[in-house]
């Protein structure tokens, strides 16, 4: 399910204009996928318009993010193939990881280099990322 669409991204975010509107339709499915695997598919089965408006506005903004961050670095195949590996250390709260680097582009760096820093800071603020939520969902 896109969280945005074509409306959203060109005249609310105002992001970096895609090459067509098929393009920008496709990096939009592109980006909402890539959200949903951030936030282990918490957003799945969810009445998205029954979700906190804070909530649904950093969903939106993360994936609007993301799919500039595509447009900006040569698409979406260019990003989730993992070429760049420039980064090297990323934190989420208490969470940190460090490596990558263009000398280690082992799985964990390409898979971090494909979520754009700013998609992450907006998704980092809604509690999706956390994974000791899907723990005791059933325990309480």
Not at 23 to 33: G, H, K, P, Q
Not at 96 to 114: P, W
Not at 123 to 132: D, E, V
């Amino acid at each position: 399910m896109p969280y945005i669409d074509a409306e959203y991204y060109n005249n609310e975010f105002r992001g970096e204009p895609a090459s067509s509107s098929v393009e920008l339709d496709r990096l939009i499915d592109r980006a909402s996928d890539l959200v949903d695997q951030a936030t282990s598919y918490k957003l799945h089965n969810v009445d998205f318009s029954k979700l906190p408006l804070f909530i649904q506005d950093q969903v939106k903004k993360a994936t609007a993010y993301q799919v500039e961050y595509y447009i900006v670095n040569g698409g979406s195949s260019e990003v989730d193939a993992g070429t760049d590996g420039s980064m090297t250390s990323v934190t989420v709260g208490a969470f940190s990881y460090s490596g990558g680097g263009s000398e280690s582009l082992n799985g964990s760096a390409r898979n971090i280099s494909r979520l754009s820093p700013s998609a992450l800071g907006c998704l980092s603020s809604t509690g999706l990322l956390n994974q000791a939520i899907e723990m005791f969902r059933g325990w309480c």
